[in-house]
């Protein structure tokens, strides 16, 4: 009764090295909830910290192995137990949510005051478990964009799981947006409000003459150098990859006293604040997460693999409980 099925990973490497194994459930404190996971993905982050690339990403998940054995981040499912000082939710209730770790398993503890939320109406497991990483990712990037009616954005890889939510948060900012993505997901990401798509494998965005008040690179293959020309006086180019693409940070302290064309590298927080407002998004009809792939928990090798071709068409998702 007190264990529950799990991915482990106890050593930095390929996708081979995680492991479905039976572990100790966890029990909630006081001001936690105990959620019994019936869906989870598989994000780029996930992939960082099981590989550890670069090798200073081991500075933050662990110097010689990792230092949480359970990986996941993003979840939904239904409360199973909570602490005695919590007042938002009752057992039965199904929620949403992400944290640093801990969602490839059937059960994960979570603090009352962290992100998560009750799961928006009508909405399933599966596609509720993959709507935080990627938009919150995509909420600090915008963040720093000033997006409104007037202000333009290109989003470069907009049919990702970071492209797919910029997209459509920066439709409801009142933004005019440009996406690129390639030619299978063009009738998607028109279908998430993009005003024009461009085809990469047809148009290179670069050459056209048109100009932007943001550039965002949602996949990390793109640079402000390849991008410059396309920026308007005064444009913003924004980066995702975290710091983990060595030069951007120094582009970015750079770029604030040269030029007027800037670089930024926002920090994403993951919070109920961002939760709640995805939540909102979604009942209104404004947001919806793209699944591209669901594979059981005991795949989670093939899942990962997948994710790891970098031709990912929005969220891989985890299924844990039927």
Not at 146 to 160: C, F, P, T, W
Not at 208 to 232: C, E, I, M, P, Y
Request: hydrophobic share 40%.
């Amino acid at each position: 009764m007190n264990r529950m099925r799990a991915v482990v990973c106890e050593r930095y490497g390929p996708p081979e090295v995680l492991r479905i194994e039976e572990v100790e459930r966890p029990a909630p404190e006081r001001d936690e909830v105990l959620v019994r996971i019936h869906a989870t993905t598989v994000n780029r982050s996930d992939c960082g910290a099981r590989s550890a690339k670069p090798f200073f990403a081991r500075f933050f998940y662990g110097l010689r192995r990792p230092k949480r054995r359970v990986p996941g981040m993003e979840f939904a499912g239904e409360i199973e137990a909570v602490g005695s000082a919590v007042t938002e939710f009752e057992v039965g209730d199904h929620v949403f949510g992400v944290k640093g770790f801990g969602a490839h398993a059937e059960f994960v503890c979570v603090r009352e005051s962290a992100a998560l939320a009750h799961k928006p109406a009508g909405m399933s497991f599966d596609e509720a478990a993959a709507l935080c990483d990627g938009a919150t990712i995509a909420l600090a990037c915008l963040g720093k964009a000033d997006l409104r009616e007037g202000r333009s954005i290109l989003v470069y890889g907009a049919s990702g799981s970071i492209g797919t939510a910029a997209v459509q948060l920066a439709k409801h900012f009142g933004a005019d947006v440009t996406a690129v993505c390639n030619t299978k997901n063009v009738e998607l990401v028109r279908s998430l409000g993009a005003d024009r798509v461009i085809d990469y494998l047809r148009e290179d965005f670069t050459k056209n003459g048109k100009t932007h008040d943001v550039v965002f690179d949602a996949v990390g293959k793109h640079s402000f150098r390849r991008s410059r020309g396309s920026l308007k006086p005064g444009g913003i180019y924004i980066e995702t990859d975290l710091g983990f693409m060595w030069h951007v940070p120094p582009l970015a302290l750079l770029t604030r006293w040269i030029g007027s064309k800037r670089v930024t590298l926002p920090i994403p927080k993951y919070t109920k604040e961002n939760v709640l407002f995805l939540k909102r998004l979604v009942e209104a009809g404004e947001y919806r997460a793209v699944v591209d792939r669901r594979y059981p928990l005991a795949d989670v090798v093939e899942a990962t693999k997948y994710v790891e071709t970098g031709q990912k068409t929005g969220n891989v998702v985890l299924t844990v409980t039927a």
